[in-house]
């Protein structure tokens, strides 16, 4: 009798850890393909960004503080063979970039051309999917962290080493509220002007 529990209490533990180990290789696989995404989006990203660059510096100057930003992060990315601190650069890219609006504002003449906002268009559409791709990298990540630190999962992380996922930081830009009125203005305004053209 003493037997037969000792092998099924083996039986069961042999199962847990298999279910449990294979789980944990789920997740991690989970978060690491949404960090090759997100890795892949900044590299769109940042082939466009001397293009945006250029098109501001026709108006703007060379001597923009934003643009230098953005020059020195594209190239502090490129130069950085670490996925979570590329991610994080990546935000820091948004924030640079979410000022060149402000800067752009001043030049009518730079609104007015269409390859720029042919350019700000797609990089506009690459920051909204590189936002989704950021929360959930930051959802995949927290759910393999809890299974690191809860218990008892946590006891095969530590017999694997495995450590919490750091999560994104994201940009004030993407907490604050959206200013509707605002996105119904530039739809109009994008409307009056492909009617003009």
Same mark, same amino acid.
């Given at each position: %009798?003493?037997?037969?529990?000792?092998?099924?209490? &083996? =039986?069961?533990?042999?199962?847990?850890?298999?279910?449990?180990?294979? !789980? /944990?290789? =789920?997740?991690?696989?989970?978060?690491?393909?949404?960090?090759?995404?997100?890795?892949?989006?900044?590299?769109? !990203?940042?082939?466009m960004?001397?293009?945006?660059?250029? &098109?501001?510096?026709?108006?703007?100057?060379?001597?923009?503080?934003?643009?230098?930003?953005?020059?020195?992060?594209?190239?502090?990315?490129?130069?950085?063979?670490?996925? +979570?601190?590329? %991610?994080?650069?990546?935000?820091?890219?948004?924030?640079?970039? &979410?000022?060149v609006?402000?800067?752009?504002?001043?030049?009518?003449?730079?609104?007015?051309?269409?390859?720029?906002?042919?350019?700000?268009?797609?990089?506009?559409? %690459?920051?909204?999917?590189?936002?989704? &791709?950021?929360?959930?990298?930051?959802a995949?990540?927290?759910?393999?962290?809890?299974?690191?630190?809860? /218990?008892?999962?946590n006891?095969?992380?530590?017999?694997? +080493?495995?450590?919490?996922?750091?999560?994104?930081?994201?940009?004030?830009?993407?907490?604050?509220?959206?200013?509707?009125?605002?996105?119904?203005?530039?739809?109009?305004?994008?409307?009056?002007?492909?009617?003009?053209?």
């Amino acid at each position: %009798m003493t037997a037969i529990f000792i092998l099924t209490a &083996a =039986a069961i533990a042999i199962l847990w850890f298999i279910v449990t180990y294979n !789980r /944990f290789v =789920a997740k991690n696989n989970r978060v690491k393909q949404t960090e090759s995404t997100i890795s892949v989006m900044l590299k769109q !990203r940042n082939d466009m960004i001397p293009n945006l660059v250029a &098109a501001v510096q026709n108006y703007a100057g060379h001597e923009n503080a934003t643009l230098t930003r953005i020059a020195g992060l594209r190239t502090q990315m490129l130069q950085s063979g670490d996925g +979570h601190e590329q %991610m994080q650069l990546g935000t820091e890219m948004s924030k640079a970039l &979410a000022d060149v609006k402000a800067t752009v504002e001043k030049y009518p003449e730079l609104k007015a051309d269409r390859q720029f906002l042919r350019l700000e268009e797609s990089i506009e559409e %690459m920051e909204y999917q590189l936002q989704a &791709a950021r929360r959930t990298f930051n959802a995949a990540a927290v759910d393999f962290n809890n299974y690191v630190q809860m /218990f008892p999962s946590n006891i095969i992380a530590s017999m694997k +080493h495995y450590q919490p996922y750091e999560l994104i930081t994201v940009p004030e830009s993407e907490k604050a509220n959206v200013d509707v009125k605002a996105l119904f203005e530039d739809s109009t305004n994008l409307q009056q002007g492909s009617k003009s053209c």
